[in-house]
């Protein structure tokens, strides 16, 4: 799938310095989703601590992120918004949390029931879909960075401003794109992200506006001043079979959207690096950390195909990357806020550009003339569900329309061979597999009213696979039965006997 394999070695510094930078890159997306979400920003944060912590030690996939995600949190806010409406904010956080418990509670038995292994039925066209859809998605998202202000007074930067921040964006991906060439002792990301906040002090200095970390958490929400935040703490959520009745609908939607695309990333990862996860302990650790986060006041999540990206590129490839970025971030909120508000928003924005720009599957473009037409239209199909819906919807869209191509296609190949019996009644011969897709091919193949008194149908070179194909051979047999004629079924499996009771 993907044309370039990244092998790197497992290396100390590459996991430390990749940690780093994806920690940078974690914190305005956490706080980002946690507006979504309708809660604080704290709860965001909390939450791409605990998943990202707890899945990269016990994950079925090193070097992959997890933490706060827009899947999750999209689905969840009618729920906030719900019970805030009914009993205030404090009480909808208690719904949350519950919900979230459930969602893990889903998602580690979906992995102790080893279910995982599901996601191989997922064709490859709607995996290049997928990835094509994240990659657009990743690069739409990173315009509601130009824009200042929030409600009714948001509105688009204009002069000046847009200009810093739009040749800071070119100075960080130029250094991505380059920096390798010249050397790959440090993420370029990371070198990216440090450069232009410096460069962005200077601008400062000179009397122009640079857009931060900070000014974007004031837009998000005016009334906050900063990410600095204590060390989560264990708190019991409501517990009653009302409150469950209440978010199993959610926490359920959550749990089976989390986790395809927590799998649908481990398949790109292991594309990417030329390994092999594990998805039911992926899915086993998912549920785990938002179990976790449930009680300990975070938003849940689930994978994240951007920050594990930047992660694979930039050299990260143990669980020592994944719990480095966990600790970072936590040390950002603790220690380091001061810092981390004082990055210029280009900069990141910068960065995940060009994470999309590498996630995209070019290469699906080049091999449209050389696929079936079918398979085509299924990598466009998911692309574009996935951008205009979401990924759940797109996967699932995805993985019923190429059952359904399949189907039809092995439905046109059933062919049989008419010869005669040694006694001179007529021989069918069959060829292929009978099922739903092929059935009433099979029932248009015999002459009814031309054949001989005995006919001999042999399945030999046929498969009866389902119940439609048994109720087909039913249906000729007794349709000869209505022309006096007999019939003789030969090497049929015993399955297929017992079943026309034979």
Known sequence: ?????????????????????????????????????????????????????????????????????????????????????????????????????????????????????????????????????????????????????????????????????????????????????????????????????????????????????????????????????????????????????????????????????????LVLIDELTDTKGSGNQESMAQGLANLINGFFGGMGGCAMIGQSMINIRAGGRSRLSGISAAFFLLLCFLFGAPVIEAIPLAALVGVMFMVSIATFEWSSFRIMKDIPNSDAFIIILVSAITVIVDLAVAVFLGVIVAALVFAWQQGKIIRYEKVKHHDENDLYVLHGNIFFGSSQTFKELFSFAQDTPLVYIDFKDAKVVDHSAIEAVQNIMNRYQEQNKDVILLNVSSSCSRMLGM
């Open 1 to 265: 799938m993907i044309d370039l394999i990244l092998k790197k070695p497992t290396s100390l510094k590459n996991d430390l310095l990749s940690g780093l930078t994806v920690a940078l890159a974690l914190v305005p997306e956490a706080i980002a989703f946690s507006f979504v979400a309708y809660v604080d920003p704290t709860v965001g944060l909390y939450a791409a601590f605990m998943m990202g912590l707890i899945t990269a030690v016990f994950g079925g996939r090193p070097g992959m992120i997890s933490g706060a995600t827009g899947a999750v949190a999209v689905i969840f806010a009618p729920l906030v918004i719900k019970q805030t409406a009914a009993y205030g904010s404090a009480v909808a956080l208690q719904y949350l949390f519950l919900a979230v418990i459930v969602m893990g509670c889903i998602q580690f038995l979906f992995g102790i029931l080893k279910w995982g292994k599901f996601i191989r039925l997922v064709p490859h066209p709607v995996m290049l879909g997928f990835v094509n859809g994240l990659a657009i998605i990743i690069f739409k998202a990173q315009f509601a960075q130009f824009f200042v202000g929030s409600g009714s007074e948001k509105q688009l930067l204009n002069g000046m401003p847009l200009f810093v921040m739009v040749a800071l964006i070119i100075v960080t991906m130029v250094i991505c794109q380059f920096l390798p060439r010249l050397t790959k002792a440090v993420p370029a990301t990371l070198v990216a992200i440090l450069s232009v906040t410096g460069l962005s002090i200077l601008i400062r200095s000179w009397g122009l506006d640079v857009y931060t970390v900070l000014d974007f958490i004031k837009t998000m929400d005016p009334t906050k001043t900063t990410i600095a935040a204590s060390l989560p703490s264990f708190e019991l959520p409501i517990f009653s079979l009302e409150a469950l009745k209440l978010v199993f609908p959610y926490a359920f939607l959550a749990a089976f959207v989390g986790l395809i695309e927590s799998l649908m990333t």
